[in-house]
């Protein structure tokens, strides 16, 4: 086994263990990270329906970022542009699933940007 899929199975680990505490509902979606070396996605998902209520990363067409340096000024954006996506679907209070990463970096930044966006954790 490579080293690579030995870290990423850890990672599923830490997701699968957080999401047995935390669930979403259709007043307080779940908040879903997840991020790849180059990129961050970010969705609301309602688990009790299984449905994505709104969604943003940094390969969308809305986002641009050519005026930001780094990627954890790109994942703040992002959580930003989420916050008013959650704002007009209906959403004000949201549950943080960090994704089985640490909360640091970009994660921070990105939640950081939600709740400067108006999300309330």
Request: charged content about 30%.
């Amino acid at each position: 086994m490579s080293k690579t899929s030995v870290k990423v199975t850890a990672r599923q680990k830490r997701a699968d263990r957080i999401r047995i505490k935390i669930s979403g509902t259709a007043d307080r979606p779940r908040m879903s990270v997840y991020r790849s070396n180059r990129h961050i996605y970010v969705q609301l998902i309602d688990d009790t329906q299984h449905r994505t209520l709104a969604s943003m990363s940094t390969e969308d067409k809305d986002f641009d970022c050519s005026n930001l340096k780094g990627k954890c000024e790109q994942a703040k954006q992002v959580g930003i542009l989420l916050a008013t996506k959650a704002r007009n679907a209906g959403v004000e209070k949201v549950v943080f699933d960090r994704g089985g990463y640490l909360y640091h970096g970009r994660v921070k930044a990105l939640s950081d940007g939600a709740r400067e966006g108006g999300l309330e954790f």
